[in-house]
């Protein structure tokens, strides 16, 4: 039985990387995508050279084509420091691609654990997975902060643009040695924005949707915006952070927890209960719920690829960048409605915890289980691990072709052999 291919009508946006995600990234394409679909991709090189070719415009240009396409899968880039800017010859020292992205889909990311049943997790009752999903803008990224020295008065003052009138409130009275200042700010589009993508994704993966914040202040903003948006009664229940938590722990459903700024500590937290890095995906979503950026949420496995270079075998995870483009994939599968990628997808991501719980893993799992008792016969290599899902996938579809067809014989009073090779791939 040849397996027809299926066809994504719209295209979608290809965004490559850097290091051993691309190498992977690459098979995930040969092995995993194009022997099943047949895709029009807008590629865009965000390879590290490439940046630097163009100027970083590449980056530029790929997150408006996700605009004009609504579906970006992302391998992961480098985002150069000093030794970057020595290692690639840089002409300077390019903002984090992932930054520059956001911004121009002005987009909430989203990050969401895959779980294998036989991978042990911090806490044993997550059986299901908790989504995060984290404002980024303002507050802390964008702080003033200062040393104040000596006694003295510390003010806010706001002054509205074309007027001379200002707005002054006394923050402290430093009347001692000084101390330290901080001031923080945040906009209400930005606020709005982070909680019309938050509504968007709980309606599409119809989960529970949480919130924790001490700012009542910023759930105000959030909550007004909701209401203008989505016409609907949303009830802000106020500040449950310290039950939210708890209830956090205790869960064994699935949920989403959207965080404020400084409470990253949940987010990091989250992601090692999980386990291991290389089982955490991360969508970027635009407060339209339209456009979506899906990607891996860790980084380009540097130190992996060293060995790579140097022609040692590595055993990198690649579950959280072929998650990228399952998650994107069934978003255009969803914007199309286009049932056959949609039910590919979910054969794609139950083959790739299939070939886990079936034992077939790389070693940043093997390790979870078999802790430093590992060795060799507990894990497979990158490309083989690829290969591993490759054949799971290729037995789903079989198998499922096989059961569709099963049904559609008996349903039909079992007409034997001739009707069964009639019933198309
Ligand atoms: P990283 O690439 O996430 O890797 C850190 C460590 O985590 C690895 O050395 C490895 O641990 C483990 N790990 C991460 N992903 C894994 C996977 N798929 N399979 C197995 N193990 C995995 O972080 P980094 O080394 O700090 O950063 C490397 C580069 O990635 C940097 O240039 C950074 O700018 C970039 N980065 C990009 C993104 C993005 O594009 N979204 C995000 C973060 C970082 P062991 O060494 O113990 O095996
Ligand atoms: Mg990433």
Avoid at 121 to 129: A, E, I, N, S
Wanted: aromatic letters at 8%; glycine letters at 8%.
């Amino acid at each position: 039985m040849a397996f027809e291919k299926i066809k994504v009508a719209s295209p979608i946006v290809e965004m490559d990387g850097d290091e051993m995600t691309r190498i992977f990234w690459q098979s995930i394409k040969e092995k995993l995508i194009f022997p099943f679909l047949e895709l029009d991709i807008k590629y865009f090189d965000l390879g590290l050279p490439h940046r630097d070719a163009t100027d970083d415009k590449v980056t530029v240009e790929s997150a408006e084509a996700a605009l004009k396409y609504n579906v970006a899968i992302k391998c992961a880039t480098i985002t150069p420091d000093e030794a970057r800017v020595k290692e690639f010859n840089l002409k300077q020292m390019w903002k984090s691609p992932n930054g520059t992205i956001r911004n121009i889909l002005n987009g909430t990311v989203f990050r969401e654990p895959i779980i294998c049943k036989n991978i042990p997790r911090l806490v044993p009752g997550w059986t299901k997975p908790i989504c995060i999903g984290r404002h980024a803008f303002g507050d802390q990224y964008r702080a003033t902060d200062a040393v104040i020295k000596g006694p003295g008065k510390l003010k806010l003052v706001f002054v509205p643009e074309g007027q001379d009138e200002k707005t002054e409130l006394e923050v402290y009275n430093f009347t001692g040695a000084g101390g330290v200042a901080l001031s923080m700010y945040n906009t209400d589009e930005s606020i709005r924005a982070f909680g019309d993508a938050s509504m968007n994704t709980a309606y599409q993966k119809k989960w529970p949707l949480y919130l924790s914040t001490k700012k009542i202040l910023f759930l105000r903003s959030m909550m007004e915006g909701l209401k203008t948006s989505f016409k609907k009664s949303t009830r802000p229940t106020g500040n449950q952070s310290l039950r939210l938590q708890e209830y956090g722990m205790n869960t064994d459903s699935s949920m989403i927890w959207l965080l404020m700024l400084l409470r990253v500590k949940e987010s990091d937290f989250l992601a090692q209960g999980f386990g291991s890095l290389g089982l955490m995906t991360s969508v970027l979503v635009c407060p339209d719920g339209k456009t979506i950026e899906a990607e891996a949420a860790h980084g380009t496995v540097t130190r992996h690829y060293r060995v790579h270079q140097k022609g040692g075998e590595t055993s990198t995870n690649s579950i959280a960048s072929i998650f990228a483009w399952s998650r994107g994939l069934a978003h255009r599968a969803k914007l199309d409605d286009n049932a056959k990628l949609l039910d590919f997808t979910e054969k794609l991501e139950a083959a790739c915890v299939g070939a886990v719980e079936s034992g077939k893993m790389t070693k940043d799992l093997a390790l979870l289980i078999h802790g430093s008792k590992v060795s060799r016969e507990h894990y497979l290599n990158t490309e083989e691990f690829i290969d591993a899902v490759a054949e799971e996938l290729k037995s789903q579809t079989f198998y499922l072709g096989m059961s569709d067809l099963a049904g559609k014989v008996s349903s039909e009073g079992n007409k034997g052999e001739e009707k069964m090779v009639d019933v198309d791939e």
